[in-house]
C-alpha cells in the first residue's frame, strides 16, 4: 500500500511503497512534479490518481526505464500522455507509450530528460525539474538506508550498491563506458542540489557530488558532454 503524497521542495511531491525484486525489499518511490503545463507523474507506484489531482491538472506519466512500468497503465487509462524509454514499447505493447528521445523536450522547458544509451540493461531516463533544482533518478544509483531488511543490505553491499548513494557492478560490467562519461558527465554539469531516488533515501543538499561519488569509477569530473547537452 502506497503512503499519502507529500511535498519535499516546493512543486515536488513523492509517494512511497513497498516494493519487492527477486527477495529484495528496495521499496519503490512515484515522484509527482508541477510544471506551468500540468503535473509529471514519473514512475507510477500503486495508488489512486485522486490525491495527484488535487494538486492540479495531471497530463503526462513516465515510465523512465524497463522496470519502472508496471502501473502506467492506469494513469493511461486515466487520460494522461504516456511516455516511456526505449524499447518499453516492445516490452509493453498493452501500453500506449511515447518513446523519449534525445531531442524531445515532451514536459516543457521547466523538466530536462536526458535517456541514457549507455546502459542497455534498462535504458533510464533521467530527469530535472529545474525550478527546485531536484535531479531524480530510478535504478541509476541507489541510497539504501540502514533500516532496510538486513538481507537487502548484504546482498546490495556485495553488488557495490551499499551503503550511502551507489552504483552496482551492473553498470561497471555493462555500461559502455566512454558514452557513460558523456552521459553522466551531462548530467553532473546539470543545476541541481537534491537527488530523488525510487529506491532508498532522498539525499537533501549535495546531491551533485552525491551523484559525482556514486560513479567515481568513471571519473565524472571534467568528463566531456554531450554536444546537446
Not at 515532451?106 to 534498462?122: I, K, Q, T
Request: with cysteine.
Amino acid at each position: 500500500m502506497a503512503s499519502t503524497l507529500r511535498e519535499i521542495a516546493e512543486g515536488v511531491h513523492v509517494a512511497e511503497a513497498h516494493q519487492g525484486f527477486y527477495g529484495l525489499e528496495l521499496g519503490a518511490r512515484m515522484t509527482v512534479l508541477e510544471t506551468s503545463e500540468g503535473l509529471l507523474v514519473h514512475s507510477p507506484i500503486a495508488m489512486a490518481p485522486e490525491p495527484v489531482a488535487k494538486l492540479g491538472a495531471p497530463r503526462w506519466v513516465l515510465a523512465p526505464n524497463l522496470f519502472h512500468h508496471l502501473y502506467a497503465g492506469a494513469w493511461i487509462d486515466a487520460g494522461l500522455e504516456g511516455w516511456c524509454a526505449a524499447g518499453l514499447p516492445e516490452k509493453r505493447p498493452d501500453l500506449k507509450l511515447r518513446v523519449i528521445e534525445p531531442e524531445t523536450r515532451p514536459f516543457g522547458d521547466e523538466v530536462a530528460v536526458l535517456p541514457l544509451r549507455c546502459f542497455s540493461f534498462s535504458n533510464e531516463v533521467v530527469v530535472l525539474h529545474r525550478p527546485s533544482r531536484t535531479l531524480i533518478v530510478t535504478d541509476l544509483c541507489f541510497n539504501l538506508p540502514e533500516t532496510a531488511p538486513w538481507w537487502t543490505r548484504a546482498v546490495m553491499r556485495g553488488l557495490g550498491g551499499y551503503p550511502g548513494v551507489r552504483s552496482t557492478l551492473l553498470e561497471r560490467l555493462w555500461m559502455k563506458r566512454e558514452l557513460a562519461r558523456r552521459e553522466l558527465g551531462t548530467i553532473a554539469s546539470w543545476d541541481f542540489d537534491r537527488l530523488v531516488l525510487a529506491h532508498g533515501e532522498i539525499v537533501e543538499r549535495g546531491a551533485k557530488d552525491a551523484f559525482v561519488g556514486a560513479f567515481r569509477w568513471l571519473d565524472l569530473e571534467g568528463a566531456p558532454r554531450l554536444s546537446s547537452g
